[in-house]
């Protein structure tokens, strides 16, 4: 198995196949499972070779994220959201997966406003803008070593991806096609994890360089400064 994409839903069943199904249809050369986490009600559909359903319970996405973890066999993982629109850039999977020459796999992303999202690349960066989940494809056996942190509600994935990235061991590649449409209206781009925030220094003293943490003190210290400016003084 090339890929298990994991999709959590909460009332949008439907559309949670119609993805796994749009994503099949763009990796045509790709072995392809989709793992939906739900927690409907009813009885779930029954399971086959490439469709299977986990009932969610209920203890947040990040949960039921690794639920679909678990359950995956493919080499390589990519989570969607029910309300994220995977594109055809999403193609070029196809040559990549199969030579495993990464770990994990970068993209870009379009949000729903229209804007193309850009991964940082540096690790500097990386702690103040994290990658967008829907544009990384993880090897799973990586993943597995880091999983997400069950601390954090809104920015696991944040957490985990810096680990990843100061893992020399761990192979990224980036690439600039962009392979799925974001939607923004989630949790995750409306509101910030104050766990984050209470693990940031110390994930950043641990990944980054000594001269580098310096620099990322001084502009942590230079962001509370802007935003406790009094209202107009922008020049």
């Known amino acids: 198995m090339h890929l298990s994409i994991v999709i959590p839903t909460l009332h949008r069943l439907e559309t949670a196949q119609l993805l796994a199904s749009r994503v099949r249809g763009l990796l045509p050369a790709l072995d392809v499972e989709a793992i939906i986490v739900t927690p409907a009600a009813h009885a779930l559909p029954e399971t086959d070779a490439h469709l299977h359903y986990l009932r969610d319970r209920g203890r947040g996405v990040y949960a039921a994220y690794n639920q679909g973890l678990r359950a995956a066999s493919g080499e390589y993982v990519w989570f969607l959201g029910d309300d994220d629109y995977p594109l055809e850039g999403a193609a070029e999977l196809c040559a990549l997966l199969p030579a495993g020459a990464a770990d994990v796999v970068v993209a870009p992303v379009v949000f729903s406003s229209g804007r193309l999202y850009r991964p940082p690349r540096g690790l500097l960066a990386l702690q103040f803008f994290n990658w967008c989940q829907q544009g990384v494809i993880y090897r799973r ?95």
């Open 141 to 235: 056996s990586v993943l597995n070593r880091y999983k997400f942190y069950r601390r954090l509600n809104i920015e696991a994935d944040h957490y985990v991806n810096i680990r990843i990235r100061a893992d020399r061991s761990v192979k990224t590649l980036f690439i600039d096609t962009p392979v799925c449409l974001f939607g923004v209206h989630g949790v995750s781009a409306r509101e910030k994890d104050a766990g984050f925030g209470s693990v940031q220094f110390p994930l950043a003293r641990r990944t980054l360089g000594r001269g580098t943490f310096v620099l990322f003190q001084a502009l942590i210290c230079l962001g509370r400064r802007i935003k406790g400016r009094p209202a107009g003084l922008n020049s």
